[in-house]
């Protein structure tokens, strides 16, 4: 059994004199003088120069330790196989208000440390009115703050999952949840892949990098956001990941001798990596400190980059795999890698996904309140009939039919995972598909195989509704089967999904979205309850935008929100969107404060431009790589079609409109019915440049 002893942070007078020698004899580079933004080649010679000095007059180490041993903190000697004895450092604090405390573990990342767990611990350990209380444990990761160096090729995260599964059990918590981010993100996959569900019983990430489902899933406006901001961070923010993996002891060298070079590494991103959080140059200068002062040196933190990539599959590949352990799921966008939230259903089931600014109930619904009123009262009718919803793009149709959802089955609805399927075609062709799925619902988007979608509606339906109802305890005996986009199913899925609704009605019902009902067939139209969500007003969504701003504490800017609700064209997910990225990009926000458009937006402005410039073979080929960088980011074909499309027609003469509008409707349809997506969108770039040079040349076409 791993001994547990009692700790005190106590760092020797000898090493705060050094750091003192080293800060006194500190020389700072020059800096460009004059940027229109002062970070942008990283920190600011002032924010080093004021820090530097702060540190070396004014901090004061010892007040700063006093206070921190005020947390009950513990070392607990672990064996890790193969690699022998380790002092894990841990902050341990057991709830005192009930004797069902869930035990709690809470990893944390780089730059990060056990700190973070400091102001969170009484609100933890006390469950507040409403929340359960913890046993929290908050360990130092081997390599951390006053854990052990690692010391030892090979030592990579899934040890370090070993190393902190067994703090737990040597604690008593044979059962325990665990909350992480970042590398700790990567340390509790591993716990879960590695010793769930008998010890630990679930998760919560406050992101998560899984892997994209095998076949292509729909993408809303936040999930192609999400990508934008994942690929800027990639190609602008990740150089640290590569150094610090690739070439950790060049790095080392710096980050140890130069206690202002370990200030600015951090500083920057404890900037860069946070939502407008204001630091005191105490709070900076404490987190700094705690990696100078670490037990296996300033620079030993780098060692779990490194040997996480040399893994084969490397262990953010490994942990991807999928576990039965539930799983929770925060989304902020100031995270670094947004992926999809689909995605999240990869790694396991997801029972809980906290996306801020959306609704849950149908009773936080903040306009059309008397829809939301007649399909709560459906809900509990006991007698819930088939949906077909429409209305327009960001409209609010899919968050109000989760909440329905929520209203007929209660919370358990929430906990999905996606599931890959294939069905065979009468021509032998398989198919791949995703479904996402609950024990109580399946939602689905058969258009994803084009002209196959019949062979998916009829038998994922006939089988969904020849099962009977898993759970015993559930509200309603039938399964609900949401079906996206159902405006765009051909006509021979929509007979197939008739007959399915006429004759397997006592087990299933069917929510069909829709933009319009124009396309959908009279005979499901009749046999289906029609609701209409009509786009919210300009005025709603300045409602939406003010209650999400004081929610989260940002300056409240009625102009701005106006200008919002009106470039948003009454689309509320796509106000959410600007609104967001808008308090992400400054951290002052006025009337006048510009609203970004997507970057994929602005690429496909550039696009229209290029085309309108030059109609040539070599223009073709250019904006040919640019559709392929739209495609490969999962930007949908259509909306690529329908955007450039909208570009185009503001730059042309209006008798030139219908035409181009034609010939877009003419290859949105074909891009519905092939395969090879990049070939209608170049033949449509070809059509116009024809279409427009004609024009110019005074040629009827």
Not at 421 to 428: A, E, H
């Amino acid at each position: 059994m791993a001994s547990i002893t009692p700790f005190k942070i106590s760092i020797s007078d000898e090493k705060i004199k050094r750091l003192q020698q080293k800060l006194a004899l500190t020389d700072l580079p020059s800096e460009v003088p004059e940027l229109t933004n002062p970070w942008a080649r990283g920190v600011p010679l002032s924010e080093i120069k004021r820090l530097t000095l702060h540190w070396q007059h004014n901090f004061n180490w010892r007040a700063v330790e006093t206070k921190l041993n005020e947390l009950p903190q513990y070392t607990a000697n672990i064996e890790v196989e193969d690699f022998g004895k380790y002092d894990v450092h841990f902050v341990h604090q057991r709830s005192q208000v009930t004797t069902d405390a869930i035990p709690l573990l809470v990893l944390h990342g780089w730059p990060s440390s056990f700190l973070q767990v400091r102001d969170m611990l009484p609100i933890l350990v006390d469950g507040g009115t409403d929340g359960p209380a913890f046993h929290v444990v908050a360990p130092s990761l081997i390599d951390f703050g006053f854990s052990s160096a690692s010391n030892k090729k090979g030592f990579n995260v899934e040890h370090h999952a070993e190393a902190y599964h067994k703090v737990m059990l040597a604690l008593g918590y044979n059962e325990y949840v665990v909350q992480a981010g970042d590398l700790g993100y990567l340390v509790t996959r591993f716990i879960a892949l590695k010793y769930g569900s008998k010890h630990c019983k679930a998760y919560h990430l406050n992101n998560a990098a899984p892997a994209e489902p095998k076949q292509p899933s729909p993408l809303d406006d936040a999930d192609l956001a999400g990508l934008a901001r994942t690929k800027e961070f990639s190609t602008r923010g990740n150089a640290y990941f590569l150094l610090q993996s690739t070439k950790p002891q060049t790095l080392a060298y710096s980050l140890t001798d130069s206690p202002v070079g370990l200030l600015a590494w951090i500083y920057e991103k404890l900037v860069d990596w946070s939502d407008g959080y204001t630091w005191s140059d105490d709070d900076i200068l404490t987190w700094v400190s705690i990696y100078y002062f670490s037990r296996a040196g300033p620079a030993a933190s780098l060692n779990i980059y490194y040997e996480n990539e040399q893994q084969a599959p490397t262990a953010f590949e490994k942990a991807k795999e999928w576990s039965d352990v539930p799983l929770g799921v925060a989304r902020f966008e100031k995270d670094l890698v947004l992926l999809p939230k689909a995605w999240n259903a990869t790694l396991g089931p997801v029972v809980l996904e906290m996306d801020r600014l959306r609704p849950r109930s149908l009773e936080s619904l903040t306009y059309h309140s008397d829809l939301s009123a007649r399909l709560k009262s459906l809900a509990q009718s006991g007698d819930f009939p088939h949906l077909l919803v429409y209305g327009p793009s960001g409209a609010g149709k899919k968050t109000r039919i989760i909440a329905t959802l929520k209203e007929l089955y209660g919370p358990g609805v929430e906990k999905i995972k996606v599931d890959a399927r294939v069905f065979q075609t009468t021509s032998n062709r398989k198919l791949e598909f995703n479904i996402v799925a609950s024990v109580y619902h399946l939602e689905i988007t058969p258009s994803d195989v084009g002209t196959y979608d019949r062979v998916v509606v009829q038998e994922l339906l006939k089988e969904v509704a020849q099962t009977q109802q898993v759970d015993q305890s559930a509200k309603q005996r039938f399964k609900v089967v949401v079906i996206n986009e159902a405006d765009h199913l051909t006509r021979d899925a929509q007979a197939a999904l008739r007959r399915t609704m006429e004759k397997y009605s006592p087990n299933l019902r069917l929510i069909l979205l829709a933009n319009s009902t124009s396309n959908i067939i009279a005979p499901i139209r009749s046999r289906t309850l029609l609701v209409r969500v009509a786009a919210p007003s300009e005025l709603d969504i300045c409602n939406v935008l003010r209650s999400a701003a004081e929610k989260e504490n940002w300056t409240v800017s009625e102009h701005l929100n106006q200008r919002i609700a009106k470039e948003s064209a009454r689309n509320l997910r796509r106000a959410l969107l600007m609104f967001e990225a808008i308090y992400a990009q400054n951290e002052k926000v006025s009337d006048a404060t510009p609203i970004p458009p997507p970057d994929w937006e602005a690429l496909i402005s550039v696009i229209a431009d290029e085309i309108l410039a030059e109609r040539s073979p070599a223009r073709i080929l250019q904006v040919r790589e640019r559709l392929y960088d739209l495609l490969t980011h999962c930007i949908p074909p259509t909306t690529i079609l329908k955007t450039l499309t909208f570009k185009l027609i503001t730059k042309v003469d209006d008798a030139l409109k219908p035409e181009v509008i034609k010939w877009s409707a003419f290859y949105e349809h074909r891009i519905k019915l092939g395969s090879k997506v990049i070939f209608h969108l170049e033949a449509f770039v070809a059509k116009f440049m024809r279409i427009y040079e004609g024009y110019l040349m005074g040629m009827d076409f």
